[in-house]
């Protein structure tokens, strides 16, 4: 809906928290074993649209962050 506006920062501030989320709580219930991760964080296409995001309104370096990061989980392969 943000795209569809022409909203570009909130639509990626919101990916941003989609695929990061608050990673204190993350850990706290993957540590428990309860269930699935919180947030998108394994999920390809939305790491893929928000590294698409990041590609044309970000900036370089948080493109690179966010593929290393991306390679780090294992969610893409060089």
Request: proline content about 4%; charged content about 25%.
């Amino acid at each position: 809906m943000h795209l569809r506006h022409r909203n570009y920062r909130s639509a990626l501030a919101i990916m941003q928290h989609a695929c990061t989320g608050n990673i204190r709580k993350r850990r706290a219930r993957e540590s428990k074993e309860e269930g699935p991760p919180l947030g998108l964080t394994n999920n390809v296409k939305s790491w893929s649209f928000y590294v698409d995001l990041l590609e044309n309104v970000g900036t370089v370096e948080n493109t690179k962050m966010a593929y290393e990061r991306m390679l780090d989980m294992k969610i893409a392969n060089p």
